[in-house]
């Protein structure tokens, strides 16, 4: 069993920056591929970035590539999504997942666990 908590979310200004964590539970944490997704209101939940249990792999949606950084510490049991130069479209609710496998997946469907979300409004 993994729980997850997310913190880190905010208001923040078009263009501006903001870091998410998501701290998980137990000692297996280096075992699971994490990722990030988003929904909006009245949208589908959107694939944002994943990361392999060892952290040498990552991918990016379309939407987020180039602006967005996933990380992790396996030693903090923590992933990271490092948020830059970000819209008023990246507005959502932002969770993270884990995924009992190495390679991350861009699939809502592949994981196994889910944090309760955190709220990204991005507004001037």
């Known amino acids: 069993q993994v729980q997850l908590v997310e913190s880190g979310g905010g208001l923040v200004q078009p263009g501006g920056s903001l870091r998410l964590s998501c701290a998980a539970s137990?000692?297996?944490?280096?075992?699971?591929?994490m990722g990030w997704f988003r929904q909006a209101p009245g949208k589908e939940r959107e694939f944002v970035a994943t990361?392999?249990?060892?952290?040498?792999?990552?991918y990016y949606g379309d939407s987020v590539k180039g602006r967005f950084t996933i990380s992790r510490d396996n030693a903090k049991n923590t992933v990271y999504l490092q948020m830059n130069s970000l819209k008023p479209e990246d507005t959502a609710v932002y969770y993270c997942?884990?995924?009992?496998?190495?390679?991350?997946?861009?699939?809502?469907?592949?994981?196994?666990?889910w944090g309760q979300g955190t709220q990204v409004t991005v507004s001037s």
């Open positions: 137990g000692r297996t944490f280096s075992s699971y591929a």
């Open positions: 997942a884990a995924a009992r496998r190495y390679s991350g997946s861009y699939y809502h469907g592949e994981y196994d666990y």
């Open positions: 990361i392999s249990w060892s952290g040498g792999s990552t």
